[in-house]
Each structure stands twice: as structure tokens, then as C-alpha cells.
């Protein structure tokens, strides 16, 4: 016994995590991509979720690839290349994990867990277990050999070697890893006590005493104690204590099923009033939840499972649930209905022993909806595009301080024209970064804490719109650069030649342009072009219109301090960049306490081709006059610098009216022509950025509209679009 209980005292950190987590053509054969079987089991588990665990934390993080959904079997076919390890996570319907889930896969909405030990009822607890890349079977053992693995530095088949050894004295056969299968029902029975054990809370602390008082609970019970799925003791936290003689604590499926057929059946609308209903806990089958030990039960309502300490809840503003002092009923009551929208509540019910401690809980999800007329804000397809696209041009440098902003304001519109009610989140709060708003215009600053250096991962700013009359909301989400690691610093000095830089002004007529401009550090005075700045739309012009402005001189650390009439900076450090001519560097200046980064060009040529990337990154095309006429229809344009460009395509008639790909398709031969496809993907794409475009003008355009861009690395590329 002391070898099992040592062994697994090592697992002291892995409880069962609870989620929150060009050219031509040619006729070739797709190759197959290989695939495995994966079997999750405690009992067979139905409806759990398998996940590729990409940075090994045993919490499917929302961005990691969901892989497939069980059958009654425990069973799903997989993709086996490039797994990390496989995560296997369970669901109660309509909680924030399966909600989250949804969104990544629509069909698995609704989605509800099932233990096919108990085929008839909901799990009721969301939890996850974890197995190796290697592994055909996914179960509480796999889970504690992978983490003890992880804390020993060992191979996953010699940690789970070393767990089933120590095992032995619970089975004396050979242990399978399909325990289920193979009958070894003590084995099974071991698994159920882990399962509901590494649950708790306090496992971190207790680990070795629960583990070593599962195997001691097992080795005590009688043939039909191990062959009665149901009786599951409590495990105690104290060697002591042992274990507590316990039931499960049981879900009348139908009933549950029947609640929600009920509440659907109402057929709820806004504007309803003076509503009132009460659903019955019981039918003939007997309660909501059973207990065999027949001990008191507590009750409560949650917007959250198995987090309730309330018998009352208030939906949404508008709708008040509560629970009869019998616990026989629940109510439903609502004066009037305002919002339109879906939520889910739970009813929880928690085992309690003769002192009034908690055993276990056990939730039932109850969904409500109440339908609208009224339509959600709709996302503006262009408008989204563009921001995605200013986005991605923020440059995030760890150890840099940041600060960039974004005008959302025309991002929705409201077809009602009711008032949009924005919200917003970022997860590159968890980097150090602070998003804020004012009048219309969100600022993400701060100094990123790590680089993503290798990482798939990309943090997010997603913005929500709803109005009044929805609980809903509708949302986009923007994409940021991976936070790059510090830059090098440059060994070239700041002083002797003419660095050329950029400068963004607007005109009268409100059209914002890029213009060149200059300054030389040199003998300890400073030129620079000041005004005037209309004429110097190229760099030379900039050059030869300096002024001597200020002065300069190096501090003890080397830093460059000047002055510019009554105006002080100093450039701490500067870094090294790539330029295709002379030399470029990302010059870090301070002034009034407020840092700002600007690129300083040792080339007017390398800096006049920045200047028109910056200036043009999105063209529109008409391809198709107002009769429909495609034919022959054909444009060209020449692209001189490396930068991603973004067409659009729309009808001669109303540029509002823009083209989908499968506009463009369906007329028979849609191509794009370019010198080459280096440095980038090119075609006809409804989405950006993996990011989906929206419908526009329905009526008139079925889906998005056609947008086509590639990344140019080299010096020039041309590009021909022709229709047929």
C-alpha cells in the first residue's frame, strides 16, 4: 500500500480541472490523413468533448483544436497528427462552457454529457481528464499517470506502468486499460471514487490521504457494494476519517427532460404580461433527484451548475424563479417580458450528511426563451474588414510601452435604430495590457509582459452590440499580432546621416495622407523640415527643405537628449529593423513622460515605399456594369511595394452592392493572375483573418462579398483579375 500511496501523492497538482479552457493544374490524390480511436471512460463516457491540449494544462483554453464528440460507446474517431495531449472534458447543457463550445461548433449547441452507467441521466458536473498523445483510452488512470509523469520528468508508459503495479493489490488480474471492458469492476469502482474526488477542491492538499483512502474503500467493500454502480463513499480528507458510506446522488432524466419540454411548450414573446406558472418536481417515477440513503437534500437556483446557495433568481431583469417551501414546485413569474433572448438556470440539489455537510450536488439545467420582433444590431461587413486590417497593423513588442485606438462606432447599426449598447473584453489583459474607452474609440495600452515567440496563440479585442430589447448580443472579434520579443539593439548611431520618417496628417477635405519628412543629429545641433508640409510628399523634397531647429547632447548612459524650440525628448535606446535599402531602425523617444515608437530610414527610397504602402492598402474594382454584363470584364494593377493589399468588388450601379465569391463564381471563370504567389495567400475569401465576413444587403447579394489579398514580399508583383 505505501508504494500506491507514494507514487500517487506525487499527482498532488492534477485535479479533474473543472472548464471555464498559381498556376497550372494537375490531377493528384488528397492524402488521407491518419486518424485514431479514443475511448473515455470512468463509465463509458457519452457526449464528451476531445480537445488537443496544445500547452499541457489539462483546461481546454477556448483557442485549442476541438477534435470530436463520443458516442455510447466511450468512442471517436480522431485526427492523430500533431497532438500534444488529448483532453477529454464533460458538459452540462447551456452552461458558459457549453455555450463557448457552441460557438466553435454549432452542431454541439445544447450539448449534454452522459455517464453510461447512468444512461438515463445527465452527468451533471463538468470536469476533464487527460490522456497522452499515444493513448487509445482516456480515463481517471491515464489522467493521473500523465500528470505524475509531468512531475517526475518521466515517459507517460513508465509512469502508468509504475500506477497500475501499485494498483495490484485491487486487482490481482492484469489491469486493462479499458477496465470496463475487461470487467475488473473494483478497478472500475477505484475510478469512480477518483473521478468525483480529484473534483474537489482541496485535493492539492490532501492528495495522498484521499488516494490512499479510495484504495482502502475499495479493498473494504463487499461483492455487491463493488457491483452497485451507485454506491460511491465520501472520501475523507483525514487518514482517519477513511470514507463516509454514501450513495450517488441520482437525476430523474425524463422529468429533466420533461421540465425543459415544458418551459418550451410556453411560448414566451415580448411584450407579454401578468405571467405566472408553476412545473412540478415529481411524476410517477418519483422526485427531481433520489438519494437510496434517503438523506435531506439541499436545494437551490443558479445561473452557474452546482453554485447555488439561493432558493429565488432573477432572470434577465424581468423573470423571478423561486422554489415552494416543500421543494415540491418551482415558479415562474414574470410581470412583463421587455427582452427577447435564451437562458439557462439550474437547479441544483446537494447530498448532505446527518450533520448538514455537503457530500456531493447534482444540477438540472432549465431553459427559457422568449422570442422578438426586434432584430439584434447587424455587423458592417466593410467596416470590419478595416478594423481588422488597422488591427493588425499594431505592432506589440514585448517590454515596449503601447498604446493604439480603434473607432468601433461604425462597426454595427441597428436596423430598428434603436440606441447599441457596446461592451468589449480582451484577453490581452493576461499580457499586461489595459483596454479602455471613450467616445466611441477603445485604446489598448501598457507594456506587453512576454513575447509569443513561437506560439499559435493571438489575443483578441472583441467588441459587443445589443440595444435594449435583447439579452443577445452580436459581436466581432479582432485579431492582434503575436507580441514580438525586444527588439536588437542597432549598432549604427543616431548621428551623422539624414533619417527620413513618416507622418500622418489630414487634410481639409478630411482625407488623411502619409508625408516624408527629415531630421540629422549632427555637431550637436538638430535639422529638421518643419513647415510646409504639403510639398514634402516625397523624401527628397524633405531633405533639402532643413531647417537648424535645436540641439543635442549624450547623457552618462548614452542616451540622446534634444530639444526642439520648447520642446525636450530623449531616445533612450533604438533598435535594429529590416529594411531592402539602407538601413532602418525603431527609435524609442520619451517626451513629457509619454513614450512613443516611430521608424527612422537611413534611405528616401526605402522610406517613399513605406510611404505608399501606408498611404494605398485597399482598392476596389468594378467588374460588372448595371445590365450584369461580365464578360470580357478585366483589371490590372501593378503593386510596387511588399505589404498586404485588400480588393473589393462591387456593382457599377451602387457600390454598397459588393460581390460575394460566389457571385464571382458562379459566372462561369473568375481568375486571379500574379508573377508569383511568394509571401502570401491569394484567392477569392469570404473571410479574413479567419475572420467570417458578413451578409451585405441580402436582398441583392447572398453571403459577403468578394475580398482577395495577398501578402507582397518583393519589390513589385503584378496582378490581373479577369472575368470570362
Same mark, same amino acid.
Given at each position: ?134 493513448? %487509445? ?53 477505484? &475510478? ?8 474537489? %477542491? ?5 492528495? +495522498? ?75 410517477? +417515477? ?93 455587423? =458592417? ?22 498604446? &493604439? ?8 447599426? =441597428? ?12 484577453? !490581452? ?27 499559435? +496563440? ?6 459587443? !452590440? ?75 523634397? !524633405? ?70 504602402? =501606408?498611404?494605398?492598402?485597399?482598392? +476596389? ?41 460566389? =457571385? ?61
Amino acid at each position: 500500500m505505501e508504494t500506491a500511496k507514494t507514487l500517487l501523492a506525487l499527482v498532488v497538482g492534477g485535479a479533474l480541472s473543472a472548464c471555464g479552457g498559381g498556376g497550372g493544374s494537375s490531377s493528384t490524390t488528397n492524402p488521407v490523413e491518419p486518424t485514431k480511436s479514443i475511448t473515455v471512460l470512468d463509465g463509458y463516457l457519452h457526449n464528451a468533448v476531445l480537445f488537443n491540449d496544445l500547452n499541457n494544462n489539462a483546461i481546454w483554453e477556448g483557442n485549442e483544436p476541438l477534435l470530436g464528440l463520443t458516442d455510447k460507446n466511450g468512442q471517436a474517431t480522431i485526427k492523430s497528427s500533431g497532438l500534444v495531449q488529448v483532453g477529454a472534458m464533460t458538459v452540462v447543457s447551456g452552461s458558459p462552457l457549453s455555450r463557448l463550445i457552441a460557438e466553435k461548433k454549432p452542431e454541439w449547441a445544447d450539448l449534454s454529457s452522459y455517464d453510461m452507467d447512468f444512461p438515463q441521466e445527465p452527468i451533471g458536473q463538468e470536469f476533464t481528464l487527460i490522456g497522452n498523445s499515444s493513448s %487509445d483510452v482516456i480515463s481517471p488512470l491515464t489522467h493521473l499517470a500523465k500528470l505524475s509523469a509531468q512531475k517526475l520528468d518521466i515517459p507517460f508508459e513508465q509512469a502508468y506502468e509504475k500506477l497500475t503495479e501499485s494498483l495490484s493489490e485491487i486487482e490481482e488480474e492484469e489491469i486493462a486499460d479499458d477496465f470496463v471492458a475487461a470487467g475488473q469492476k473494483k478497478l472500475h469502482k477505484f &475510478a469512480q471514487l477518483i473521478t468525483q474526488t480529484l473534483a474537489n %477542491d482541496d485535493f492539492d492538499q490532501h492528495a +495522498d490521504t484521499y488516494l490512499d483512502n479510495a484504495v482502502s474503500a475499495v479493498k473494504q467493500m463487499s461483492d455487491e457494494q463493488v457491483n452497485q454502480l451507485s454506491y460511491l463513499p465520501k472520501l475523507s480528507n483525514t487518514a482517519q476519517g477513511g470514507f463516509t458510506e454514501n450513495h450517488k446522488l441520482r437525476i430523474n432524466g425524463p422529468l429533466a427532460a420533461s421540465l425543459n419540454h415544458e418551459t418550451a411548450k410556453l411560448n414566451l414573446q415580448a411584450g407579454d404580461t401578468g405571467l405566472s406558472y408553476q412545473f412540478s418536481l415529481s411524476d410517477s +417515477d418519483g422526485e427531481l433527484f433520489h438519494d437510496e440513503d434517503r438523506s435531506s437534500l439541499g436545494y437551490s437556483l443558479s445561473v452557474r451548475p452546482e453554485n447555488g446557495t439561493s432558493q429565488s433568481l432573477v432572470v434577465a431583469d424581468q423573470i423571478t424563479l423561486s422554489l415552494s417551501e416543500d421543494m415540491s414546485t418551482l415558479n415562474f413569474e414574470a410581470a412583463e417580458l421587455l427582452k427577447g433572448g435564451q437562458w439557462t438556470v439550474y437547479l441544483n440539489a446537494t447530498d448532505l450528511d446527518s450533520q448538514g455537510s455537503p457530500l456531493g450536488t447534482k444540477s438540472v439545467p432549465i431553459h427559457f426563451k422568449v422570442s422578438t420582433d426586434n432584430e439584434l444590431p447587424v455587423l =458592417d461587413p466593410r467596416a470590419e474588414v478595416l478594423s481588422i486590417l488597422e488591427v493588425e497593423a499594431w505592432q506589440l513588442v514585448q517590454g515596449d510601452a503601447f498604446s &493604439a485606438s480603434l473607432d468601433y462606432s461604425a462597426l454595427f447599426s =441597428d436596423p430598428e435604430a434603436d440606441e447599441i449598447i457596446y461592451s468589449w473584453e480582451t484577453t !490581452a489583459s493576461a499580457a499586461g495590457l489595459e483596454l479602455t474607452e471613450k467616445d466611441g474609440t477603445l485604446t489598448l495600452s501598457g507594456t506587453p509582459l512576454a513575447s509569443q515567440k513561437g506560439s499559435e +496563440d493571438r489575443h483578441t479585442i472583441t467588441i459587443y !452590440a445589443s440595444d435594449k430589447y435583447h439579452d443577445e448580443k452580436a459581436s466581432v472579434a479582432l485579431r492582434l499580432r503575436h507580441i514580438q520579443p525586444p527588439f536588437e539593439e542597432a549598432t549604427v548611431g543616431l548621428e551623422g546621416p539624414t533619417w527620413f520618417y513618416l507622418l500622418e496628417d489630414e487634410e481639409s477635405s478630411g482625407q488623411t495622407r502619409i508625408y516624408c519628412h527629415a531630421i540629422r543629429f549632427s555637431g550637436g545641433s538638430v535639422s529638421q523640415t518643419l513647415s510646409g508640409r504639403e510639398s514634402y510628399e516625397n523624401c527628397a523634397s !524633405a531633405a533639402s527643405n532643413m531647417m537648424n531647429v535645436g540641439s543635442y547632447s549624450f547623457d552618462s548612459e548614452g542616451t540622446l537628449n534634444y530639444k526642439l524650440f520648447y520642446h525636450s525628448f530623449s531616445v533612450p535606446r533604438y533598435y535594429a529593423q529590416r529594411a531592402q535599402y539602407g538601413q532602418a531602425v525603431a527609435v524609442r523617444f520619451s517626451q513629457k513622460n509619454k513614450q512613443h515608437l516611430t521608424l527612422f530610414y537611413s534611405s528616401a527610397q526605402e522610406a517613399e515605399k513605406r510611404m505608399q504602402l =501606408d498611404s494605398d492598402t485597399t482598392l +476596389d474594382f468594378t467588374l460588372i456594369d448595371e445590365n450584369n454584363n461580365y464578360s470580357g470584364a478585366k483589371a490590372e494593377v501593378t503593386l510596387s511595394q511588399p505589404g498586404k493589399f485588400l480588393l473589393t468588388f462591387y456593382r457599377a450601379s451602387d457600390r454598397r452592392k459588393l460581390l460575394t465569391c460566389d =457571385d464571382l463564381n458562379d459566372i462561369s471563370s473568375f481568375s486571379l493572375k500574379t508573377a508569383s504567389f511568394f509571401g502570401g495567400w491569394s484567392g477569392c475569401k469570404d473571410t479574413i483573418n479567419e475572420q467570417a465576413v458578413a451578409p451585405f444587403f441580402e436582398d441583392d447579394i447572398n453571403g459577403g462579398y468578394a475580398a482577395i489579398a495577398k501578402t507582397y514580399q518583393r519589390d513589385s508583383e503584378k496582378m490581373m483579375f479577369s472575368v470570362k
